[in-house]
């Protein structure tokens, strides 16, 4: 089918939905002509939440594109999650894993987000990929959303598990860092973990208002801090070599002897920084003018991502000091003891965390 005519099927399906008139007849002729066995899909929770949205739609759609593009931009939080995840670049591959992971985890995601970016103009839902293989899927097109929307459930799963642990941990490497003689207990981060949940949860379910601003705040926050702490490292870090940086291949830490095994673990440090592209996908639904606005947010979210994480990977190479020094830091963060070289000061590495 053409472009053209798939977009138009799209933009009148989605005219259908928010009207409650999507037929299923279309579906088994569809169904038929594919070769699907079951031929019809079942559409009812579609009708359904297409009926309710269009029931309270100018009240629903709270989300314009400023900040839906800062959702974009700060769930990605490319330049923070590869400070976070610094360590496992760092024992598989080193500064060759980095650099070019980085710079390949870039163009893949921009590459992913463009294609994805092309359905969600054609029809913008929260299901999105799940409900796209559902009623494209050249065959078995049940059963292949149902799988697809498992993947998606437990792809978000685990993505989301991973900002509580990271809080939590860092929070403690900071303690380590302030009160040397301090001793974690697993509890300890558990808790924390709890901790950091109790303000999401609360805004999410209770003052979902409040947050299109706090997103562009995040956003605003997110572009500024970046250059602050280039400028920091620059001026008060010493300095790798050229060579360390764009050559050096790191083999000998993480106990693997196989090079490709090495690079491929180490390249989910700068893979991890561009995952969750898709989160404007899965508000659409929230979203004013969804078919223009959330294409437009996921696929600029990205490539802003993506030249901050670029830059700050190449950054903190040139001004990381002591390689061994950041590897066997007690805080078991490398960017803590790489802030706290640079500074020579508690209280500004406190301050760069936070």
Request: glycine letters at 10%.
């Amino acid at each position: 089918m053409e472009d053209s005519q798939l977009r138009q099927r799209g933009a009148t399906e989605m005219d259908d939905f928010h009207h409650g008139k999507i037929e299923t007849s279309i579906y088994q002729e569809e169904r038929s002509q594919s070769g699907s066995p079951s031929g019809v899909i079942d559409v009812t929770h579609a009708v359904r939440a297409r009926q309710l949205d269009a029931s309270r739609s100018p009240k629903f759609r709270f989300i314009g594109f400023l900040p839906i593009l800062s959702f974009a931009a700060t769930l990605l939080g490319s330049w923070e999650s590869l400070s976070a995840t610094f360590v496992a670049g760092l024992l598989n591959g080193g500064p060759v894993a980095l650099v070019w992971g980085c710079l390949m985890s870039v163009i893949g995601a921009l590459a992913l987000s463009s294609s994805i970016a092309e359905m969600a103009s054609i029809i913008p839902v929260a299901g999105a990929q799940y409900h796209w293989t559902a009623r494209y899927a050249p065959g078995a097109s049940n059963f292949f959303g149902l799988m697809q929307g498992w993947l998606t459930v437990f792809g978000w799963l685990a993505l989301v598990a991973v900002p509580p642990y990271f809080s939590a941990t860092l929070i403690e490497g900071l303690v380590i860092l302030n009160y040397p003689d301090w001793v974690p207990k697993q509890w300890h981060g558990t808790l924390l973990m709890w901790a950091s949940m109790v303000a999401p949860v609360v805004l999410n379910m209770y003052g979902r208002w409040i947050i299109p601003p706090l997103e562009i705040l995040g956003m605003v926050l997110h572009l500024l801090l970046l250059p602050v702490f280039v400028i920091i490292m620059v001026c008060l870090a010493p300095r790798s070599s050229p060579s360390f940086v764009f050559t050096t291949f790191v083999g000998d830490q993480s106990g693997y002897t196989n090079n490709g095994v090495m690079f491929s673990l180490g390249l989910l440090t700068a893979a991890y920084a561009m995952v969750g592209f898709d989160g404007p996908l899965h508000m659409s639904e929230e979203v004013r003018n969804s078919k223009v606005n959330v294409p437009k947010a996921m696929v600029l979210g990205t490539l802003i991502n993506g030249i901050m994480a670029f830059g700050w990977v190449i950054t903190l190479l040139f001004t990381m000091g002591d390689i061994e020094a950041a590897l066997s830091t007690p805080t078991g963060y490398p960017i803590i003891e790489i802030f706290y070289q640079a500074t020579g000061s508690l209280a500004a590495t406190n301050t760069m965390m936070a």
